[in-house]
Nanobody
Framework: QVQLVESGGGLVQPGGSLRLSCAAS????????MGWYRQAPGKQRESVATATSIGSTNYADSVKGRFTISRDVAKNTVYLQMNSLKPEDTAVYYC???????????????WGQGTQVTVSS
C-alpha cells in the first residue's frame, strides 16, 4: 500500500504564509512527479503546482510568484510554501504523486486525504 500524508493547513490572514508538507510512504519503487491540487467549495479540483523527479516545476498562473513547490527526494516528501495568501486561495489542498510500486508495475496516481487552507481576516 501507499500513503500520502499531508500537514500544515490552517487559518491565516490575507497576506500571510503557510507551508504544506506531504510525505509518501509504503511500498514504493520510484516516484515521478509530486504536486498539489486544490478544490474550493463549488469548484472543480485544479492543479496548483507540480515538481518532477528531475527538478522541473510547474505552477498555475494564479499562484506564480507567491507559491513555491520543493521536494526532498530522499524523504519522498513534497512541500508547498504559500506566501502572500489571498482569500481566493481558500480551499482543500490535496497532495498527489505518480508512484511506481515495483519495477514491473505501471505508474499510478495517488492522493492524500486533503488539508484545509482558509485565508480570512
Amino acid at each position: 500500500q501507499v500513503q500520502l500524508v499531508e500537514s500544515g493547513g490552517g487559518l491565516v490572514q490575507p497576506g500571510g504564509s503557510l507551508r504544506l508538507s506531504c510525505a509518501a510512504s509504503g511500498s514504493i519503487f520510484s516516484i515521478n512527479a509530486m504536486g498539489w491540487y486544490r478544490q474550493a467549495p463549488g469548484k472543480q479540483r485544479e492543479s496548483v503546482a507540480t515538481a518532477t523527479s528531475i527538478g522541473s516545476t510547474n505552477y498555475a498562473d494564479s499562484v506564480k510568484g507567491r507559491f513555491t513547490i520543493s521536494r526532498d527526494v530522499a524523504k519522498n516528501t513534497v512541500y508547498l510554501q504559500m506566501n502572500s495568501l489571498k482569500p481566493e486561495d481558500t480551499a482543500v489542498y490535496y497532495c498527489t504523486a505518480l508512484i511506481r510500486r515495483t519495477v514491473i508495475m505501471a505508474e499510478g496516481r495517488y492522493w492524500g486525504q486533503g488539508t484545509q487552507v482558509t485565508v480570512s481576516s
